[in-house]
Nanobody
Framework: QVQLVESGGGLVQAGGSLRLSCAASGGTITTSDMRWYRQAPGKEREFVAFISWVGGGKSYADSVKGRFTISRDNAKNTVYLQMNSLKPEDTAIYYC???????WGQGTQVTVSS
């Protein structure tokens, strides 16, 4: 049974950086498109970034474009989200999603202080 585990969240000041990881265990995600989502308190879950499993295709929400970078290391069965120039409005729980198998991780909290 495949599981996704996010890590790398924490408390950071505005302008700082964090790198989130989404590691898969019990199976492979190397043939799955992957997405990052986030959910802020009192708001709906929203799309953040996408990476295809082949061809290197990527896309981003307008709110993070130019600041966040999604990548993957298939040898490590892991997807990353590098977040730079963080803003207080980036505060949320961040989730990774394996599109092909409809699997979600448990989330990791990111808090950006002003």
């Amino acid at each position: 049974q495949v599981q996704l585990v996010e890590s790398g969240g924490g408390l950071v000041q505005a302008g700082g950086s964090l790198r989130l990881s989404c590691a898969a265990s019990g199976g492979t995600i190397t043939t799955s498109d992957m997405r990052w989502y986030r959910q802020a308190p009192g708001k709906e879950r929203e799309f953040v970034a996408f990476i295809s499993w082949v061809g290197g295709g990527k896309s981003y929400a307008d709110s993070v474009k130019g600041r966040f970078t999604i990548s993957r290391d298939n040898a490590k069965n892991t997807v990353y989200l590098q977040m730079n120039s963080l803003k207080p409005e980036d505060t949320a729980i961040y989730y990774c999603n394996a599109v092909r198998i409809g699997l979600w991780g448990q989330g990791t909290q990111v808090t950006v202080s002003s």
